[in-house]
């Protein structure tokens, strides 16, 4: 640890043998500054706001990284980011950063927690096919995309206080319990079908109870195959329940839409 180091310069540490890095003060780092690092397993920059993409290139044995001040996470022309070549990779820390582009994390599946405390928009299978069992979190989080946590069987938490519009297949085959939502506009095709452990949900259209005219898009077989549900609440109006919405959800005893309980 270097508390006082500001700038980490061009090939810095290149091919080295270093195995931590822990760098609180530094506000630039150049070109293949930690490339080609073999034996690197967590690096710390919590004060950088910008990363090269390049600068944990090859560095393939990285299991955490922490850009708490970084913004942006940057996609290559060729497809490259900071956790492509990083089979390993279980925890990421970025604070700030308010976009997770897509497939960024897709298949990672040594990936068990990531902290986001500002994302408004996660792509389309950012998550899928990962381990992850959690994120911090969701509060901001406006739009998720297609696919975005498809089978990554271990994830267990979805609270939405902001969620305007959840893609198709989104959280398809993972543990979520329970589903809280209040201002969503748009639930995709399958959003969350097959989850076995979801037991209760509640959707409201915030629009509902402000102006008496919350409408919502609901895709086909929002919560098919969910054997553990048990109770739904859909606060909104002017809308269809589409096919296959609740099929085989056979422990479901109470729903409720709007003022009326079937």
Same mark, same amino acid.
């Given at each position: 640890?270097?508390?006082?180091?500001?700038?980490?310069?061009?090939?810095?540490?290149?091919?080295?043998?270093?195995?931590?890095?822990?760098?609180p003060?530094?506000?630039?780092?150049?070109?293949?500054?930690?490339?080609?690092?073999?034996?690197?397993?967590d690096?710390?920059?919590?004060?950088?706001?910008s990363?090269?993409?390049?600068?944990?290139?090859?560095?393939?044995?990285?299991?955490?990284?922490?850009?708490?001040?970084?913004?942006?996470l940057?996609?290559?022309?060729?497809?490259?980011?900071?956790?492509?070549?990083?089979?390993l990779?279980?925890?990421?820390?970025g604070?700030?950063?308010?976009?997770?582009?897509?497939?960024?994390?897709?298949?990672?599946?040594?990936?068990g927690y990531?902290?986001?405390?500002?994302?408004?928009?996660?792509g389309?299978?950012?998550?899928?096919?990962t381990?992850?069992?959690?994120?911090?979190s969701?509060?901001?989080?406006?739009?998720?995309?297609?696919?975005?946590?498809?089978?990554?069987?271990?994830?267990?938490?979805?609270?939405?206080?902001?969620?305007t519009e959840?893609?198709?297949?989104?959280?398809?085959?993972?543990?979520?319990?329970?589903?809280?939502? #209040?201002?969503?506009?748009?639930?995709? !095709? %399958?959003? &969350?079908? +097959? *989850?076995?452990? $979801?037991d209760? @949900?509640?959707?409201? =259209?915030?629009?509902?109870?402000?102006?008496?005219?919350?409408?919502?898009?609901?895709?086909?077989?929002?919560?098919?195959?969910?054997?553990?549900?048990?109770?739904?609440?859909?606060? #909104?109006?002017?809308?269809?329940?589409? !096919? %296959?919405? &609740?099929? +085989? *959800?056979?422990? $479901?005893?109470? @729903?409720?839409?709007? =003022?009326?309980?079937?």
């Amino acid at each position: 640890t270097l508390t006082k180091l500001k700038t980490v310069g061009d090939y810095a540490f290149y091919g080295t043998d270093v195995t931590d890095v822990e760098l609180p003060s530094v506000t630039r780092v150049g070109e293949y500054a930690f490339a080609g690092c073999a034996s690197l397993k967590d690096i710390s920059l919590k004060s950088l706001s910008s990363l090269p993409l390049s600068a944990l290139k090859d560095s393939t044995a990285i299991s955490i990284i922490r850009l708490n001040s970084v913004k942006t996470l940057p996609v290559g022309e060729d497809g490259s980011t900071y956790v492509r070549d990083k089979p390993l990779i279980s925890q990421f820390y970025g604070e700030r950063v308010t976009e997770i582009p897509d497939s960024y994390f897709e298949g990672k599946d040594h990936l068990g927690y990531v902290s986001f405390a500002n994302v408004t928009k996660i792509g389309n299978r950012a998550f899928m096919n990962t381990a992850l069992s959690g994120i911090n979190s969701f509060e901001m989080v406006e739009v998720i995309g297609d696919y975005a946590f498809y089978n990554a069987p271990l994830f267990t938490t979805a609270t939405f206080d902001c969620a305007t519009e959840i893609g198709d297949y989104a959280f398809y085959g993972t543990k979520i319990t329970d589903l809280d939502t #209040f201002y969503i506009e748009k639930i995709g !095709d %399958y959003a &969350f079908a +097959n *989850c076995p452990y $979801l037991d209760d @949900v509640v959707i409201y =259209n915030d629009d509902y109870y402000n102006e008496g005219n919350g409408v919502i898009e609901l895709g086909k077989g929002v919560f098919e195959n969910n054997t553990g549900l048990t109770r739904a609440v859909l606060m #909104f109006e002017d809308v269809e329940l589409p !096919d %296959y919405f &609740f099929k +085989n *959800c056979s422990k $479901l005893i109470s @729903v409720t839409v709007g =003022n009326s309980v079937t």
